[in-house]
């Protein structure tokens, strides 16, 4: 079973929520820019702690288009509050682990450091790829914890071409919306997060079939 032509179609019939979950996301990277400009350990913290929560809202919505075709901007708006902290929770793990190891490349003097900036590097590439999954994971299934965790590198480890291709996609709309223009930016969340949720679950089901 695959939930991509859901995906496709909600492309066109939910541009509404579309376009209000890029200005949700964007406003909360709009936050961080404001207090926190440039790539260093504080800004990936608070990146988590304020954009966390808005995706968790975005992905959940979602997930109940390609699940269920269930959509709309006010779905978006309940699932921010009743996801909130769920989001907060799945993008610590991957903001405390990026901002660790690039603490530990700030520092880094020599060989001695290298064990800990390879470590830290190591689990946060991981943990980048498994919360490509892990949203969907906590808001949806409401797995937490370290059963949210191994679940999510399950599903890295059987298709990582997902997470890939959703890092891919985000990739794509930051270089287009910094040189083309900034519009761009305000159209990608929506699409990414219903490719994401497609993604995660064609290949769940995959898992358990």
């Not at 702690?49 to 779905?75: E, F, K, Q, Y």
């Not at 020599?110 to 190591?122: D, K, T, Y």
């Not at 985000?170 to 497609?198: Q, R």
Request: net charge positive; glycine share 8%.
């Amino acid at each position: 079973m695959t939930y991509l032509p859901a995906a496709f179609k909600a492309l066109w019939h939910e541009l509404p929520l579309l376009a209000a979950a890029g200005v949700l996301v964007c406003v909360a990277s709009g936050v961080v820019v404001l207090f926190s400009p440039g790539l260093s350990p504080v800004s990936i913290l608070l990146g988590g702690v304020v954009a966390g929560p808005a995706w968790a809202a975005v992905v959940a919505t979602t997930d109940s288009i390609v699940r269920d075709d269930r959509g709309g901007v006010l779905l978006l708006l309940r699932n921010l509050k009743r996801h909130a902290l769920d989001g907060l929770e799945v993008a610590c793990v991957p903001a405390v682990l990026v901002g660790l190891a690039m603490l530990n490349w700030q520092v880094y003097a020599g060989p001695v450091f290298a064990i800990p900036l390879a470590v830290s590097g190591c689990a946060s590439v991981l943990a980048i790829l498994a919360s490509c999954y892990a949203f969907s994971l906590r808001v949806t299934a409401g797995l937490r914890g370290k059963t949210l965790w191994l679940a999510a590198l399950q599903l890295v480890a059987r298709a990582p071409l997902v997470p890939l291709g959703v890092l891919a996609l985000v990739a794509v709309a930051l270089v287009l919306g910094t040189s083309v223009t900034a519009s761009l930016l305000l159209l990608a969340p929506g699409p990414v997060a219903l490719f994401a949720s497609a993604g995660t679950w064609t290949e769940k089901h995959a898992l358990h079939r």
